[in-house]
C-alpha cells in the first residue's frame, strides 16, 4: 500500500528554531567570559555546573596561567567506601603518625584503572557523558570485588583477585573506546590491579607497615565506587601544602594564605631556601607569592582534583533472570570429572524458582534526599537579634534587609527566641535549591519536614517552586537534638500554619509525637530516634516508591541515613564535630537497591552553595567521615 504524501503546508513559521539545552561554558560565554576561559574554569572545576565554574574564574581573575593551553591530566580510579574506607583511613593516619610520610599518603585510597591521560578544556562535558555510559556496565560485576595482602621490600598493598581482574579491564576498554570517538587516546594499563598502602619508604619501616596493614580486616562492607578525577598537572610535580593558619601578605610578593587553600611547591625549593619561606601556587587563585612553610603542612595532592563523575560499581543477581514477568533463578554445582586427558564439568540440575513478578516489585525505587534548612536569623544577626526587632508588647519591625519582611502570628513571640526564622538569604537559598531540582529534572513524592520554623519555611520555598500536589508534612521525628538545643521549643501548630498560607498536611500522624521526645536525649537515643523515623517513613513508600525529601538540621543528614547505611552511630564527641561541618541547604542522598533492600549514599541532585560562612565541603566525604 502507497504511503500517504504530506500535505502542504501554509503556516511555515522559519522563526521557530529548535536548540539545544546550553552547555556550562556556553551558559558562561553568555554572561560575558572568553571561551578559552570557560572551558578552563568547567573543566576545573569537574563540570560539575554554572555556579561553581563561575565561582572559579572570578577567584582566578590574577591567575597568569588563565589563558594557557594546558591540557588537564584526567585518571579513572575505583574508591572503597563505608566500613572499608575507615579501615583504610585508620591504617593511614596511623603508619603516618608512627611511620612518617610515604608515597601512599600523597593520594586518599584507591585502586587505579589506568594511567593518566590528557584532554582539552573543551572535551570535559564530552569525558562526563562518556564515562556515564559505563553505568550499565558497572550493574553486572560478576563478584564481589575481593583483595589479597601482597608485599616486598618498599611495598605493601592489596591486589585485586581474578575473579574481577578481567571484569574491571572490560569496563575501561569500554571507556577508551568511547574516548576513542572524540579524539582521546588512553594508553593501556600494564599494571597489576591493586590498592597501595605504603611504598617509598626506609627499608626499616617495612615489617612495621606491614604488621598495621594486617591488621586492616577487609570483610567488612564496603561499596566500591568507580570516578573520574581531573588534576592540574603542576599537582604531580608538586608537594602539596595546606594551609593550617591564614596569613596576610606584609610586602607585594608574600602570598595570602586563605583557610582552605592548598599551595603548589616545587620540592627543589625546600633545599634552597633558609628561611622557611617558599614560592609557591595558590590552588585557590592561581597566584605566585612568598610563604611562610610553618603556616602549611604537606598533605596528599587529591586535595585538590576535581571529582568529575561517580558511579557505584554493583554486583549482579546470581544467575537470575526476568522473563515475561517471571523471574527464574538457576542454581548451579559444577563438578570437575578429571580423565586421563580432558576435563569436563556436569550440570548437575537446574532448579528454577518461578513466582509471579508482583506490583511492589515493579515499583519505583525508593530515594531518600535530606536537605539542611536554609540561614537562620539568629545565627545571620547574633543571639540579640529578637530585642532589636521586638518591642515590649511583641511589635516586630524590620532593622535589617536580611531580616523577614514579616513575623507569623504565633502564640507568643518570645518563642522566636528558640525557634527563629529564616533570613532572607535563607529563603534564597531554598529557592536557588528548588531551582537545580526543577533543572535536574528530580520529582518529589512526598515532603517531610522538621517542626522548626526554619525547616518549615526552607521546605515550604522548594514544595511552592516544584509545584507539588501533595501538602508538606510536619514530623517531630526530625527534629534537632534536644541535648544540643536544651529546650524544646513550643513550635507553630501545623493547623496555624495551614491557616497563615502553607500548603500543610493537617491530618498527618506524626510518626514520633512531640511529647515522645525527651529533654536532653543521650546521643544513642537520638540516633534510635531518627533511624526510626527514617525506616517508619519510607515503610510507607515501600509499594509506591519515588524521591522522599527530608528537611531538617544540620545533624538530620547524618541521623536519618548512617544507620541505614550500615554504619555505626557516631559518638557525642564526634557528632559535635560533624554539626559545624554541615553548610546550609546541603544535600545528601541515599538509594535503596531493590533487590538486596540495602541502601546506599549516591550523588545529592543539586551543588552546593557557598557565600561567606557556608563553605563547601563534599558533603558524602563528610558523611563518611
Known sequence: ?????????????????????????????????????????????????????????????????????TRREYVLYLCPNGKLQDELNKFWEKSLSQCGWNGAHSYFPHITMCPFFTADDKSAGFLSDSFLKLESKLRQAPD???????????????FVKDNMYDFLQECVSVFCKELAKGGIKIEPHKKQLHLTLAYQYPPEQHDKLLKFAKEIDLTVDVRWDLRLYSRDPRAGKCEIRKVVKAYTPQVGDELELIDGDYIF????????????????????????GMFPG?????????????????????????????????IVEEDYDAIWHDDKDYAKVNKVFIKEKKHRIT??????????????HGERTDFAMGKGWYDMCFDDDGRYTRTNLNLPKKMLIRFNN???????????VGKLQAQLTAEMLMENKVLLTAVYTSPSLRCVQTGAEIHQALKLQSKMK??????????????????????????????????YIPQ???????????????????????????????????????????????????????????????????????????????????????????????????????????????LNG
Open 1 to 69: 500500500m502507497a504511503s500517504a504524501s504530506l500535505p502542504a503546508r501554509s503556516n511555515r513559521d522559519d522563526s521557530i528554531k529548535r536548540t539545544k539545552r546550553q552547555t556550562a561554558q556556553d551558559t558562561l560565554v553568555s554572561m560575558g567570559f572568553p571561551r578559552n576561559r570557560a572551558e578552563k574554569a568547567v573543566a576545573a572545576t569537574g563540570d560539575r555546573g554554572i555556579q561553581l565554574a563561575s565561582d572559579w574564574l572570578l577567584s582566578h581573575v590574577e591567575d597568569p596561567t588563565l589563558d594557557d593551553g
Open 144 to 158: 564481589h570485588l575481593k583483595l589479597d595482602f601482597f608485599s616486598q621490600m618498599n611495598f605493601v598493598g592489596l
Open 265 to 288: 611547591l616545587d620540592p627543589k625549593e625546600l633545599t634552597k631556601t633558609k628561611d622557611g619561606w617558599y614560592p609557591g601556587v595558590s590552588w585557590l587563585t592561581g597566584v605566585l
Open 294 to 326: 610553618v603556616y602549611t603542612q604537606k598533605t596528599a595532592e587529591t586535595w585538590t582534583w576535581a571529582l568529575h563523575r561517580s558511579l557505584p560499581l554493583q554486583v549482579r543477581p546470581k544467575s537470575m533472570a526476568i522473563t515475561n514477568g517471571i
Open 359 to 372: 506490583p511492589e516489585e515493579k515499583r519505583e525505587q525508593r530515594k531518600l534526599i535530606i536537605c539542611r
Open 414 to 424: 518570645l518563642e522566636y527566641i528558640n525557634d527563629p526564622p529564616l533570613t532572607e
Open 474 to 507: 510536619i514530623e517531630p521525628g526530625l527534629f534537632e537534638w534536644t541535648g544540643h538545643t536544651s529546650v524544646v521549643p513550643r513550635w507553630i501548630s501545623p493547623e496555624d500554619l495551614a491557616r497563615q498560607g502553607y500548603a500543610i498536611d493537617t491530618t
Open 512 to 622: 514520633v509525637p512531640r511529647d515522645k521526645i525527651e529533654d536532653g536525649e543521650s546521643i544513642g537515643n537520638l540516633y534510635a530516634r531518627s533511624t526510626e523515623t527514617s525506616r517508619q517513613i519510607l515503610k510507607l513508600y515501600e509499594n509506591k516508591g519515588g524521591n522522599i525529601l527530608f528537611v531538617g538540621h544540620s545533624g538530620t543528614l547524618d541521623l536519618c541515613t548512617r544507620i541505614i547505611t550500615g554504619q555505626t552511630p557516631r559518638t557525642m564527641t564526634s557528632y559535635r564535630e560533624f554539626l559545624p561541618k554541615v553548610p546550609y541547604v546541603a544535600m545528601c542522598a541515599v538509594e535503596e537497591d531493590v533487590i538486596t533492600g540495602k541502601w546506599k549514599f549516591i550523588d545529592p541532585p543539586t551543588l552546593p552553595i557557598s557565600h561567606g560562612r557556608n563553605i563547601v565541603q563534599n558533603v558524602r566525604d563528610i
